[in-house]
């Protein structure tokens, strides 16, 4: 079976092989560098999952073949929800080496005055399969933690460097690789979406 990732990112690719392997499901899994001609689809929903579904579809009908998309971010308990949606240009837009540093510098600026207790957030992902008849699954993955005031750690991006998962006491950017993928919200919402795969096919 052949099974489109609607990202760009290649890194996706395998990781996403990975998860289906472990689900029982063995797929061709294509990044949309496979198809130049994809459209590209604007995220104007107001929800996580709006955005993916969206995305999804779009990408079904053009290959006509099932496709996977998602869409994440960041919702921060005292900013009520957001970023949310907006988590990846909530600064505005910026050149790509500079959106992250600038979205996190907003983040932390708009808590400066929070005290500990009330910093809690959560990593949101919300993950939809469309098949070429028109089946859809959904699902979501959620991380909760909370932001602490100075950049810690290496790896990841975005807002990896001030999240702190729940029960750790580093955060995900002090992560390994392998031990992010194990808690993250993608990796849970990717994960139920493959076993949804597999009862499929």
Known sequence: ???????????????????????????????????????????????????????????????????????????????????GVLSARWAGRFGEGDQDRANLDLVLDQLADTPDERRGAEFV?????????????????????????ERRGENGFGYDPVFVPAGEERTTSELSPEEKNAISHRGIAFRALARELAALV
Request: charged share 25%.
């Open 1 to 83: 079976m052949k099974l489109v990732l609607a990202t760009r990112n290649a890194k996706k690719v395998p990781e996403m092989r990975a998860i289906l392997a472990d689900a029982g499901v063995t797929a061709e899994v294509l990044a949309l560098d496979s198809f130049p001609d994809a459209p590209e689809v604007p995220e104007t929903e107001a929800t996580f999952v709006g955005n993916a579904r969206l995305k999804a579809r779009a990408i079904a009908a053009h290959t006509g073949m099932p496709a996977v998309a998602d869409d994440s971010g960041l919702s921060v308990d005292e900013l009520r929800g957001m970023p």
């Open 125 to 149: 992902c919300a993950a939809v399969l469309v098949m070429p008849d028109g089946t859809e699954r959904e699902t979501e993955g959620v991380l909760r933690g909370s932001l602490v005031r």
